[in-house]
């Protein structure tokens, strides 16, 4: 992850170039250094960050924790907080300003032309690079990048959140399996009015024909839950982040034949009372293992779908917070098949190496 963030900003060479950046960590330094180098060689930088307050005991008003980490990251960098040139606060938030997603811009004829975003599920933090399972999305599409542009500029004033929803909803609309269309990418931003996004996505996790996959860090919607309960001719593999809760969350889903439903563990016990399996420390104590958010249906069908970002799926995620998600309907046809084969290997991979750990605690929890 960090060689190809590092790529993507050195995709802005020059002055012919521009960056228009969205983050809600952005604290390992290396990342706003690079993007002050990006500046020092003529690039027109300008970033968006998380910078919400909160009272302490006292009603004093005081950052939150991520803002002064963002702050300190963006000032060691060069940067001067809150100029409004090229750093841009967002706190007017009804949750967290939770994206993660750059664009890059190329000058044509005196204008600047979005062309390609990054975007995905990978704080630029530590813990978001190195630590947790993440994903970053390349996607070298015009549209798509004109569209993260317009949300972009959406964001930096610092909207009220009524306002921003309305502007979300009515440029963005809720779509549906009728409206959705099969030959391009739609996202999806938040904040947006309603749950109808949230409801669409456990449906079609539901329509799933074989297979269905999705990664859940934090909770499994009732939406959702439900679709696990209801009978199902796919198989649906649902990876959850660790926790006790989690793990009986696992354990109780998986009674259902259709749904293999694990959760993020690691081997407690000693192989052999010489070799332990222990945690790095970068992850932080919320999530500890998952920190990806997307979902696969029928990757091996006629009808391939991912859906992928920074949103979970959750509701805090589609009415609350500031959020993107990509919905891609994937080509079948041989040759064509490298977005949802990509994300299947990697769900697999990911899957393969904590089912084992999973079972194992539950062993050890039994006796």
């Known amino acids: 992850l960090f060689e190809v963030i590092k790529a993507f900003i050195e995709f802005a060479k020059d002055d012919k170039y521009a960056l228009r950046c969205a983050i809600y960590e ?42 002064k980490q963002n702050k300190s990251a963006l000032v060691n960098a060069g940067f001067a907080i809150e100029d409004r040139i090229l750093t841009f606060k967002r706190e007017n938030t009804d949750g967290i300003s939770h994206n993660k997603f750059m664009v890059l811009l ?10 390609q975003v990054w975007t ?26 004109s569209q993260y542009y317009e949300y972009w500029q959406m964001l930096v004033d610092d909207p009220d959140k009524v306002s921003l929803k309305n502007k979300i909803t ?3 609309p809720d779509v549906d399996s009728a409206s959705l269309p099969k030959d391009k990418m739609t996202p999806i931003f938040s904040p947006r009015k309603g749950l109808q996004m949230l409801q669409y996505y ?40 660790s926790g006790r809760t989690n793990v009986e969350i696992a354990f109780e889903l998986s009674k259902d034949q259709s749904a293999v439903v694990i959760s993020g563990s690691k081997l407690e016990n000693n192989f052999g009372q010489w070799l332990a399996e222990i945690n790095l420390g970068l992850n932080g104590s919320n999530v ?53 084969d990509i994300y299947l290997g990697e769900f697999f991979r990911i899957f393969d190496h904590l089912y084992s750990r999973y079972l194992a605690s539950l062993d050890t929890s039994k006796e």
């Open 120 to 145: 995905g599920s990978t704080n630029l933090s530590e813990g978001g690079i190195f630590g947790n399972s993440n994903v970053g999305h390349l996607i070298k599409d015009e549209d798509l990048a």
């Open 202 to 241: 456990a449906d079609l996790f539901g329509s799933a024909k074989k297979t269905a996959a999705i990664t859940l860090p934090f909770n499994l919607d009732e939406k959702f839950k439900k679709i696990i309960d209801a009978p199902s001719d796919a198989t649906q593999y649902i990876i959850l982040n």
């Open 26 to 67: 952005l604290d390992y330094p290396e990342v706003p250094m690079m993007y002050m180098e990006a500046k020092n060689r003529g690039v027109d930088v300008k970033i968006v960050y998380e910078a919400r307050k909160d009272k302490d005991k006292l009603g004093n008003i005081k950052d939150k924790n991520q803002t």
């Open 288 to 340: 500890q293992y998952i920190h990806s958010k997307y979902m696969i249906i029928d990757p091996l069908g006629d009808e391939p779908h991912v859906i992928t970002s920074s949103a979970n799926f959750s509701e805090p995620s589609t009415n609350k917070n500031d959020e993107n998600m990509v919905i891609i309907p994937c080509s079948s046809k041989k040759g064509e098949s490298r977005v949802q």
């Open 170 to 172: 009515q440029k963005w």
């Open 106 to 115: 190329k000058k044509e004829g005196g204008q600047l032309k979005p062309i």
